[in-house]
């Protein structure tokens, strides 16, 4: 079968403003200030508010057609072999524009991006999430569109052409009813024959993981396997892995805040087809903003490790699956990791091969307003499982998340980041 997502690595936010996070808050407040001072004729003064600054060299900005973009994922959903992007428009409140597809022709340098609209609108409120797989076997890349204020999600299938690409109605599952949800995932969760992929999503207000199974069509089951994650842990981040090496995918989740008794629980995960054998983490006191989490075999040992940023304190962690049982711990428990400086107010975090040894870097996106994404590599030895500062690329303001993929086919990744605030992607070829 082609390569749906060739040269492409993801890992994998409401303007409701009670539920929103915390960046979304700052921009709602300085857009209503500006509206404000748009109204009174600029507070009386008759000051013009400056242009935004323009990008750093080498970065090019595109324009999303809904407001807020939180999420960006690349894929190949038209099928000509090249990567294409795709934003979700957290602002865009109600059916139009939740989604902005840019395609690809091949150069890197994208043509204006085209809104995908979902129904119906009570459904579609503030998509937050994106991730992409082929659901129905027809070598297209298909993308899955998650609402936070819906409590819902939409498929929307590949096609010839990225305008041709429609959504289908958009599903509230009666298990995600209430509950926030932040994050998805697709994968084989359940091991079946086909390889059909499943979706797995973070809910934030109840504390839990579903896995809705796979249909093979486009589509996913209506009953879900639960997995309660630790009270209090209200998951943001999730990802597939196998971390314990037994050829099945399991679920790894990372919590934004905890309780007073346990801490913030850092990383956590959960084992088998069925989810019912938990993965031993560590708990922290503290609360960590808008944490994300990737998940690959940073050392070759075949268990796969886990990393998240630590927005609070500027670093990202990397999280170790225990390889051999004894001392209270099992093969594929997360119990401990070490912690590598990134870049100010780090964000989302991607595994990748950025120099090109065949095994996985860590790129962190950040900066807050300098806007950069920061580039660990690992070694020297290959799989060395110990991460060096390498470069800082420079992107553009307050980035809030990342995607890593070669967009002009020359051999080397290249970085898009997405920018809520000024509802903007920017894209660094190399």
């Not at 000509?80 to 939740?98: E, I, K, P, Q, W």
């Not at 697709?186 to 109840?206: H, I, M, Q, R, Y």
């Not at 944490?291 to 268990?303: R, S």
């Not at 912690?339 to 095994?359: F, K, M």
Request: net charge negative.
């Amino acid at each position: 079968m082609r390569n749906l997502f060739p040269r492409v690595h993801r890992v994998f936010r409401s303007f409701r403003v009670f539920r929103a996070r915390p960046h979304l808050l700052v921009s709602a407040v300085a857009g209503l200030s500006l509206l404000f001072a748009a109204a009174c004729g600029g507070g009386g003064s008759g000051t013009v508010q400056p242009p935004p600054p323009p990008p750093p060299a080498g970065v090019t900005l595109y324009p999303t057609t809904g407001s807020g973009p939180e999420d960006v994922v690349l894929g190949d959903f038209d099928g000509d072999g090249d990567l294409d992007v795709a934003t979700a428009n957290t602002g865009a409140v109600g059916s139009t524009n939740v989604v902005t597809l840019f395609e690809n022709p091949g150069s890197g340098l994208l043509k204006p991006g085209v809104s995908v609209a979902v129904t119906p609108a009570s459904l579609a409120w503030s998509s937050i999430a994106l991730a992409v797989g082929d659901l129905d076997g027809n070598a297209f890349a298909d993308l899955v569109v998650l609402f936070v204020d819906g409590d819902s999600y939409a498929v929307v299938p590949g096609a010839s052409t990225l305008a041709g690409m429609t959504a289908l109605t958009a599903v509230a599952p009666s298990a995600m009813a209430g509950s926030f949800p932040q994050a998805l995932a697709l994968g084989n969760f359940d091991a079946d024959a086909g390889g059909k992929p499943d979706l797995a999503v973070a809910l934030s207000a109840t504390d839990q993981v579903l896995i809705f199974p796979g249909t093979g069509t486009g589509s996913f089951g209506a009953t879900p396997v639960t997995i309660a994650t630790p009270i209090g842990s209200s998951p943001w981040g999730v990802a597939g892995g196998d971390l314990n090496r037994d050829g099945m995918l399991d679920v790894a989740a990372v919590g934004l805040s905890g309780t007073p008794v346990t801490g913030d629980p850092l990383v956590y995960g959960f084992l088998g087809s069925a989810f019912t054998v938990p993965v031993l983490g560590e708990n922290r006191p503290g609360s960590q903003l808008d944490a994300d989490l990737a998940v690959g075999d940073l050392n070759g040992d075949g268990f796969a490790d886990a990393v998240r940023s630590f927005y609070d304190t500027g670093s990202v962690g990397v999280f170790w699956a225990t390889t051999v049982a004894g001392g209270g711990l099992s093969p594929g428990d997360l119990a401990w990791h070490t912690t590598y400086g990134a870049v100010n107010v780090p964000r989302d975090v991607v595994l990748a091969d950025d120099d090109g040894d065949s095994d996985r870097d860590i790129f962190v996106t950040g900066g807050g307003a300098s806007g950069v994404v920061g580039v660990l590599h690992n070694g020297p030895a290959l799989n060395a499982g110990t991460f060096t500062w390498a470069t800082t690329l420079a992107t553009y303001a307050t980035p809030v998340a990342l995607a890593v993929g070669d967009l002009d086919g020359n051999g080397v990744l290249d970085i898009v980041t997405v920018h809520p605030a000024s509802s903007q992607i920017a894209v660094r070829l190399r």
